[in-house]
């Protein structure tokens, strides 16, 4: 499952880069838990010693614990921001940058093959709150790429409703993805 649409989603509601090191992902996670590395090594399924370990930069977690980190990191790293720009993105609405493979399916007489887009279009704020709900709930990448592929059709291939009747558009690939607000 490809994670464009999240990290597109991510990148914009962050100011500051996250922590890339297992050392920094530690400290910021280690202040979130009221600097007890108990209770941190608790929340990762690790033991106390190996947090401080990691703290001190003397071993690098395995998989499933750096996929852990990353995850409890991802999900905390500023908070006030993320509920800032998701205002924004659901009042205003965002700018979609997005190259991708798009399917479709329309009346006969016309081509259905899936094609190469690059695309640039600003989406309403009802777009942004559906995304986001679907996120909240748990929606898998598809789920997401498809709520955005029907945006799409509406906004910029049916130009809300004023061309391309009939028009269903499928999302088959996504190259890239940028969300800007």
């Known amino acids: 499952m490809s994670r464009e649409l999240d990290e597109g989603l991510e990148r914009a509601e962050r100011t ?3 922590p890339q ?7 910021f996670l280690l202040k979130g838990a009221k600097g007890s590395t108990k209770r941190l090594a608790a929340d990762l399924g690790v033991s106390q010693r190996t947090v401080q370990r990691w ?8 998989p499933t614990a750096a996929k852990a980190i990353e995850t409890k990191v ?15 993105a659901e009042t205003n609405g965002f700018m979609l940058h997005i190259s ?11 081509t259905d093959d899936p094609r190469p887009r690059v695309i640039t279009q600003k989406m309403p704020g009802d ?3 559906r995304l986001y709900e679907a996120r ?13 592929a029907e945006a799409l059709r509406e906004h910029y291939f049916q130009d809300r409703g004023h061309r391309a ?13 940028d969300v800007e607000l």
């Open 21 to 27: 090191s297992v050392q920094a992902r530690m400290r």
């Open 55 to 62: 703290l001190k930069d003397q071993g690098t977690p395995k």
């Open 100 to 110: 991708g493979t798009f399917g479709y399916t329309a009346a006969g007489g016309s």
């Open 127 to 129: 777009v942004a709150r």
């Open 165 to 177: 009747r009939g028009l269903d558009v499928e999302l088959n690939d996504i190259a890239w993805m």
């Open 16 to 18: 500051r880069p996250i």
């Open 136 to 148: 909240d709930a748990g929606a898998t990448q598809a789920q997401q790429e498809r709520i955005l």
């Open 74 to 88: 991802r999900a905390t790293w500023q908070p006030r921001v993320k509920q800032r720009v998701r205002k924004a």
